[in-house]
């Protein structure tokens, strides 16, 4: 099984900003290394705000913005709602 990262969209912003790395399209590249990364889209998912249930067992997991997007997830800024649940979530990239 491979490895993977999450890299909140604020983290990968200050690295970007210090010229730590480069994001090409969907490639992550860490500069000074050659190491590259393809990326997607992603979301951490940090709890269930609306009464603590969580019936798609959601909380604590990372998922690709598209399976997100087919489960029926609606994303707004720091939130998502799934049917009739709301999430506080962490856009980033994995």
Known sequence: MR??????????DMLVD???IELRGAELALRGTGRR????????????????????????MVKSRAYLSELGG???????IV????YEIRMGFV
């Not at 609606?74 to 998502?80: H, N, R, V, W």
């Open 3 to 12: 490895n993977r990262v999450f890299f909140p969209q604020g983290a990968l």
């Open 18 to 20: 210090a010229e730590r």
């Open 37 to 60: 990364y393809k990326i997607v889209e992603a979301v951490r998912i940090l709890r269930e705000v609306t009464d603590g249930q969580d019936p798609h067992g959601l909380c604590g």
């Open 74 to 80: 609606e994303l707004l800024g720091d939130s998502m």
């Open 83 to 86: 049917g009739d649940k709301a």
